[in-house]
C-alpha cells in the first residue's frame, strides 16, 4: 500500500494564487510509465498504445498525462482511451483525480496516442489505483 498525495498551485501576476491538495490517498499500486511516441512520418502520424490497468475506472484514484511537448497549428497529439474513437488533444498537462477519472469513460484500462507533430513526444503516466476488487456483501 502506498500513500500518495498531490498539490496544485495556480498563480495569477500581481493576484491571488489559488491552491488544492489532497493525500495521503491509500493506493494498492503506483505505476509511472514514460513512453516515446515517434513523429509524423510524411503523411502518417506518430501511434503507440500503453496499456494502464485492468480493473473498472473506479479503481483508480488519479491520473497525470503530460508530455514532452504539446503541439499548435494542426500538429497536435491526441489520445482515446480504451475502445473509444472519441480523441482528446494533449494540449497541456492533464490530471484526473477522484470522480473526474470517470469522465474518460467506464474503461480506462489503456490509452492510444497519435502524435500528428514533426517531433518525437516523450510522454509521461503516472497512476494511483487500487489493484484487487471490492468485496461484494
Known sequence: MANVSW??????AGGPTVTARE???AAEATDRIE??????SGSVAGQ???DLQPGPVSSIHFLLIKSSHYGGDGENITFTVGSSTDAIV????????GGAVSRLGP????????NNSGEEAQIEIFIARDATPPLSS
Do not use: D, R, W
Not at 35 to 40: G, Y
Not at 90 to 97: A, N, V
Not at 107 to 114: D, E, G, K, P, R
Open 35 to 40: 513512453i516515446h511516441v515517434p513523429e509524423k
Open 48 to 50: 503507440i498504445t500503453v
Open 7 to 12: 498539490s496544485i498551485s495556480i498563480q495569477v
Open 23 to 25: 493525500g495521503p490517498i
Open 107 to 114: 474503461n480506462v484500462q489503456s490509452l492510444a496516442f497519435t
Open 90 to 97: 494533449l494540449s497541456g498537462p492533464q490530471f484526473y483525480s
